[in-house]
Every structure is written in structure tokens, then in C-alpha cells.
T-cell receptor, first 110, second 116 residues
């Protein structure tokens, strides 16, 4: 399977703490995107990091990409209860189709 | 702008029955995707359209699944006959083309299918 692997599968932290999620693929990584999915809802795009970038920031989000290790990480700083959701990485194929990771379920406790 | 619309939101059917899902993408978006998301897993691409042509349907179980995108706008995904393992959320997404690059995909709320 070309599906990405994410770890941890589940993460529970206190409000205000930082949350780090990791994603790895067996195939080469092109442009990589991160999405959030609240329970029972569709996915919402968070951030895209291109294959020639190593780090990108957006608000409280920080994404890194290491194409040699075929891996990426998502850091959410100063977490809030509203950040509770599932987070998915997605690797872009040649036709820009996305291959999603298995997801990390983040729970932020108030 | 209005988001990606999907209907129905929920569907319960018996195995071997047929079911169809409908998607209306964001206006002007050339590319439309159908994903299957089984509980506890990430979405898996079933089919990708660009306008009304198929770009990728390599993971579509063609013996039972079919999809079409009439006039390059709305799309329907059909399952006939359904199996128990088809129970999942079916997500539709769309994106625009800019400078030859697909832009961000916008997802609809999904249709939750339960096959009994």
C-alpha cells in the first residue's frame, strides 16, 4: 500500500501544550499537505509544503519536510480544546491526486 | 463562496442493493475527486475527474462501482451491488487548476453509508 503511516495513532495532551504528529511514506514525497477532520465532518486543508521546502509556518502550525527520509511532521503550538480532531497527511501524486496517511487522533483536554 | 455539496448525508441499505451518491463541486473547479473513508482510516481516492474526463480510476472497484461527471460539473458515484465492506464515508472534493497546478482540494461533508 502507498498509504502514509502516521504516528502516533492517538495523542492526548493538556490545553496549552504542543502537539507533534509525524508522517512517513514508502514512496517518494512530492508536495505534501496536512488536513484536519472533525468528527463526522469533511476534511479541511491546513497547510501545503512543497517538495523543495523544508519548513513552513502558518499561525500556530509548523510543518517540516524531509524528502530524503520520506517524512513530514506537523507541530501545533499552544493547543486549544478546539484543536481536537483527526489530522491527516497527504502526499501528492503526479496528477496531483492525494494519498492520505492513516491519521492521528488528537485530543486536547481543557 | 458555496462549498462542495453532497447528498444524501446518510444512507442505510441491504447488501446487494444499489445506491447512488451525488456531488456538486465548487463553481468553476475543474477537478473533482471521490474518496472512500473506512472508519479509522484515511481517505482513499476512488476516482479523479478533470472536467468530464477521468484522470485516475485505478483504485475504483469497477465490477461494482461506477462514476460519471456530466457536463464537467455535478458527479454521481454508484455502487451496484453493495457489499458489507462498502460501509464507509464517501467524500467528494474539488479543486481548481492554476498555472497547470492543482490547487487545494475542498471537501464536502460526505455521505455515510451503512450496508447491512
Amino acid at each position: 500500500s502507498q498509504q502514509g503511516e502516521e504516528d502516533p495513532q492517538a495523542l492526548s495532551i493538556q490545553e496549552g501544550e504542543n502537539a507533534t504528529m509525524n508522517c512517513s511514506y514508502k514512496t517518494s514525497i512530492n508536495n505534501l499537505q496536512w488536513y484536519r477532520q472533525n468528527s463526522g465532518r469533511g476534511l479541511v486543508h491546513l497547510i501545503l509544503i512543497r517538495s523543495n521546502e523544508r519548513e513552513k509556518h502558518s499561525g500556530r502550525l509548523r510543518v517540516t519536510l524531509d524528502t530524503s527520509k520520506k517524512s513530514s511532521s506537523l507541530l501545533i503550538t499552544a493547543s486549544r480544546a478546539a484543536d481536537t480532531a483527526s489530522y491527516f497527511c497527504a502526499n501528492e501524486g503526479s496528477a496531483r491526486q492525494l494519498t492520505f496517511g492513516s491519521g492521528t487522533q488528537l485530543t486536547v483536554l481543557p | 463562496e458555496a462549498g462542495v455539496a453532497q447528498s444524501p448525508r446518510y444512507k442505510i441499505i441491504e447488501k446487494r442493493q444499489s445506491v447512488a451518491f451525488w456531488c456538486n463541486p465548487i463553481s468553476g473547479h475543474a477537478t473533482l475527486y471521490w474518496y472512500q473513508q473506512i472508519l479509522g482510516q484515511g481517505p482513499k481516492l476512488l476516482i479523479q475527474f478533470q472536467n468530464n474526463g477521468v484522470v485516475d480510476d485505478s483504485q475504483l472497484p469497477k465490477d461494482r462501482f461506477s462514476a460519471e461527471r456530466l457536463k464537467g460539473v455535478d458527479s454521481t458515484l454508484k455502487i451496484q451491488p453493495a457489499k458489507l465492506e462498502d460501509s464507509a464515508v464517501y467524500l467528494c472534493a474539488s479543486s481548481s487548476l492554476a498555472g497547470g497546478y492543482q490547487e487545494t482540494q475542498y471537501f464536502g461533508p460526505g455521505t455515510r453509508l451503512l450496508v447491512l
